[in-house]
């Protein structure tokens, strides 16, 4: 599997915008699907997107759909989420996630294989 370094948070303002980048090492980042999840404090983890090998299929929590845009650059062996409109509800600790599968497209989980570290996004009010 794939090791995952997630980069891009910060402290933003409500309505703002953040991009976050998930950096992958590995032959194999190509052919597997990647998610997005966050944790809020107290919260559980739950997720926000997902995209598939080619990055044609994406999918996005109620929560986020319209604001947020996942997209990978295989090439680069790096995904991205970009944030927009940000609302403090949104503040959290962010995860890219690599299915179990890479038939898989992670949506939940107990479909992840691999975390990354996490990087915090605080959106203030």
């Known amino acids: 599997q794939v090791q995952v370094v997630e980069s891009g948070g910060g402290l933003v303002q409500a309505g703002g915008s953040l991009r976050l980048s998930c950096a992958a090492s590995?032959?194999?980042?190509?052919?597997?699907?990647m998610g997005w999840f966050r944790q809020a404090p107290g919260k559980e983890r739950e997720f926000v997107a997902s995209?598939?090998?080619?990055?044609?299929?994406?999918y996005y929590a109620d929560s986020v759909k319209g604001r947020f845009t996942i997209s990978r650059d295989n090439a680069k062996n790096t995904v991205y989420l970009q944030m927009n409109s940000l609302k403090p509800e949104d503040t959290a600790v962010y995860y890219c996630?690599?299915?179990?599968?890479?038939?898989?497209?992670?949506?939940?989980?107990?479909?992840?294989?691999?975390w990354g570290q996490g990087t915090q996004v605080t959106v203030s009010s």
């Open positions: 996630a690599q299915p179990r599968s890479r038939v898989m497209i992670p949506r939940q989980t107990n479909d992840v294989g691999s």
């Open positions: 995209i598939s090998t080619s990055g044609e299929r994406t």
């Open positions: 590995g032959r194999t980042f190509s052919i597997y699907p």
